[in-house]
């Protein structure tokens, strides 16, 4: 069997491969993900592990993949957040187009369990691995072991309902794309956080913007992430309650904002049934490659 193995991460914004031999990063791409069509998608999945194997000189290379939402009994993907995903067999097609078998798995699942084996949760036995991002996504790893559960949606916890005992900046509906309101996606994607901004009385920017403004000391950007890193907190204790894991790793874009895992931990008790917390919020180690880097892992 080939030492090399390859990993894709199908994200809202970007495709990105990576290339491990014998654990070490040998190759990486990476494209903006055409969300408006399934077919520019496969084909830029192609493109890359054909870019991939020329690039290493190889004829060969095993392709493990990750991307958003779940899958069906027949293997249709659904509750994707790049929703020409949803109802198409992902995986027969782009088997297909490389003519060769790849591996397939919710990407959250893959964040959680490449920071689960060696990253920021390495210590935990029982790991939840948090996506703050263009979507919000979890995976639960118990013993470095991916739990995908009996309806294949475990740790799916972003279309939970909002905990009714977070602060909201208003009390108008949230419509989620799934089709259900106020959905803890709505709240804690990057969008959500926007629309938080503008219901503070901010202007329509990017969550990246409000994070940079938020570091200035803005006066809406630090009332907006005051309010996100408590909703966040009473959307986790959620968590908490259930699965009671040693480690909540937090990924995703917004992930990158300075002390926002340790914010968020210090939220957390008030919500939680319990007295005490030992359990630890704390940011990847890997960064947006943990995803990749799981996906690679699949061709174990």
Not at 160 to 181: E, F, I, Q, T
Not at 205 to 211: N, W
Not at 269 to 279: A, E, Y
């Amino acid at each position: 069997m080939s030492e090399f193995r390859a990993g894709i991460d199908l994200g809202g914004t970007k495709i990105e491969i990576i290339v491990l031999k014998v654990g070490v990063e040998v190759f990486r791409q990476r494209v903006a993900t055409p969300s408006d069509s399934y077919e520019k998608i496969l084909q830029a999945i192609v493109q890359l592990h054909a870019d991939a194997k020329a690039g290493l000189g190889l004829a060969e290379l095993r392709l493990g993949i990750g991307l958003p939402g779940a899958f069906t009994e027949q293997g249709r993907v659904k509750n994707s957040n790049t929703v020409c995903l949803n109802g198409r067999d992902f995986k027969s097609d782009l088997q297909a187009l490389l003519k060769q078998p790849l591996l397939l798995m919710n990407d959250a699942n893959l964040f959680a369990l490449s920071e689960a084996v060696d990253g920021a949760a390495a210590k935990g036995d029982i790991v939840f691995g948090v996506i703050l991002g263009t979507g919000v996504g979890g995976g639960l790893i118990i013993n470095k072991s991916i739990i995908s559960g009996a309806n294949r949606i475990a740790g799916e916890w972003g279309h939970n309902v909002m905990s009714a005992l977070a602060p909201v900046a208003s009390k108008n509906p949230r419509l989620c794309y799934c089709g259900l309101n106020n959905c803890v996606e709505t709240y804690l994607s990057g969008a959500g956080l926007s629309q938080s901004f503008v219901e503070l009385g901010g202007g329509n920017i990017t969550a990246k913007h409000i994070a940079e403004l938020y570091l200035t000391g803005h006066t809406v950007a630090v009332c907006a992430m005051a309010l996100y890193i408590r909703q966040a907190a009473a959307a986790l204790a959620g968590v908490i309650n259930v699965l009671d894991p040693e480690v909540i790793v937090l990924g995703g874009g917004l992930s990158n904002i300075p002390g926002l895992a340790k914010r968020i931990e210090a939220a957390l008790l008030p919500f939680v049934f319990s007295d005490t917390l030992n359990t630890k919020v704390l940011k990847n180690i890997h960064g947006d490659s943990s995803g990749v880097r799981g996906a690679a892992w699949l061709c174990v």
